[in-house]
């Protein structure tokens, strides 16, 4: 019992600590700006399905509030006819109506709200999915324009080295065999810079189908990217106090338990009332009464039953399942973006050793001091340092931006529906 005090003490604490170094981060670079990523998902086909599920989780609430029993309007007009007597004409009228009892209505009622809320967390989980696929389509483009772009330089670098050799072979100063290197090393290059060109092409026009509007400019310089403010274990907890899967999951379980209790309720068979008024013999003798009917349980009401309850299991089982899954999601992508930062630093180091080392290699082939081999080979490591250090400080920012998405930090869904209620209204005329 200390122990859960102590706990519902700390957690608050911990929320506010988390919220704090959740507020200290800054919009990730390299984004679009968030208004126009709002609008982006917001037009998607899946979140807009989700969010007509939630009108269609009200049409079922008010659904089951109303319950599935109409009255009954009954008529009979007969004529009585007795041997060697007079004739009757008679007639009835009834009306009657099934009444859910035992608490059936409450637990109707019941799984309607859970219904609505499930269809919420479906539209906030769609939302968070989506800003998932954005991301990673959009750092996926900058990747591939930035690596075209890098490419080009490169291609046009081992030009200009071709272009000095060739000057050199033909005043006699350099072997065939190096012109032939340096021709092939520029080759080799352009023909890598046409292979990303064309993945660049095809990434920015699948952006374009995905996300109609969107304009990626290929990045001309990287940020730096920023370190993580708070430790793995408090952004994982900030993740899961708002993982939207994690709450359609629990939603499910609940709404499984609802429904097991309401088909342990339909164990008991719902009465029909009514009223009846009847004239007999031609009006001389008129009757008032009640009706009531009630179906005898048996065997599929049981078996009904025992499905509920099954189901409610399955429910449960899927709930711990998710939650084991979210808790292993929300460490892993802040422990991703902690060592993303770390391995973008050791790549910017190996980067700019490699870097220097050409530069001593450059110069000692200009005084004749090394081979032109040597030196191509130096350039060729830089160059992969270089573009390793570049994928290294991409996969960091990307994941510093996925760590603040999943943490409801940036695009968050509840904004987006504040900004949509103040948009002004469409009415749609009828078709």
Same mark, same amino acid.
């Given at each position: ?239 899961? #106090?708002?993982?939207? &899967? $994690? /709450? !359609?999951? %629990?939603? +499910? ?5 609802? =429904? @097991? *209790? ?107 001091? #090394?081979?032109?081999? &040597? $030196? /191509? !080979?130096? %350039?060729? +490591? ?5 573009? =390793? @250090? *570049? ?41």
């Amino acid at each position: 019992m200390k122990a859960m005090k102590l706990f519902s003490f700390a957690w608050p604490m911990l929320a506010v600590v988390v919220a704090a170094s959740a507020g200290a981060q800054e919009y990730p670079p390299l984004l679009p700006p968030e208004g126009a990523v709002r609008n982006y998902l917001n037009q998607l086909p899946q979140v807009q399905a989700a969010r007509n599920g939630i009108e269609l989780g009200q049409a079922n609430a008010s659904r089951l509030g109303a319950g599935p029993y109409e009255w009954t309007v009954k008529g009979t007009l007969q004529q009585r006819r007795e041997r060697a007597g007079p004739r009757y004409r008679e007639n009835e009228l009834a009306v009657e109506r099934p009444v859910r009892w035992f608490g059936k209505a409450d637990k109707d009622r019941a799984l309607g709200e859970i219904g609505v809320t499930l269809a919420e967390h479906a539209l906030a989980d769609a939302w968070h999915e989506a800003g998932r696929a954005f991301l990673k389509n959009w750092f996926d483009t900058l990747r591939n324009l930035r690596a075209a772009a890098r490419l080009q330089e490169q291609a046009d670098l081992l030009g200009q080295q071709a272009d000095v050799v060739r000057k050199r072979y033909k005043a006699g100063d350099a072997p065939r065999v190096e012109l032939m290197l340096a021709e092939t090393e520029r080759d080799r290059a352009l023909g890598a810079q046409r292979q990303a060109a064309l993945r660049a092409e095809r990434s920015v026009a699948d952006l374009r189908v995905r996300y109609p509007g969107i304009a990626p400019q290929a990045p001309q310089q990287l940020p730096a990217p920023a370190p993580i403010a708070g430790s793995a274990s408090e952004w994982q907890q900030r993740i899961l #106090a708002e993982n939207h &899967e $994690l /709450l !359609l999951a %629990r939603a +499910q379980a609940t709404q499984g338990k609802l =429904s @097991a *209790e309401r088909a342990a309720l339909d164990r008991v068979p719902d009465p029909t009332i009514g009223v009846r008024i009847a004239q007999e013999r031609d009006s001389q003798e008129k009757i008032v009464g009640l009706t009531l009917s009630i179906p005898l349980s048996g065997t599929l009401r049981r078996a009904q039953q025992d499905a509920g309850l099954a189901q409610a299991r399955i429910a449960e089982d899927r709930a711990r399942q998710s939650e084991t899954k979210a808790q292993s999601d929300a460490i892993s992508t802040a422990m991703n973006a902690e060592s993303a930062y770390e391995v973008w630093q050791r790549l910017e180091q190996v980067a700019r050793q490699t870097e220097a080392n050409t530069a001593v290699v450059s110069k000692a082939y200009s005084l004749g001091e #090394a081979p032109l081999g &040597e $030196l /191509l !080979l130096a %350039r060729r +490591q830089s160059l992969d340092a270089v573009a =390793s @250090a *570049e994928e290294g400080r991409f996969d960091a920012l990307e994941a510093y931006a996925r760590l603040l998405l999943d943490a409801h930090v940036i695009w968050d869904e509840q904004a987006a529906d504040s900004q949509r209620d103040a948009a002004p209204t469409l009415t749609r005329k009828p078709l």
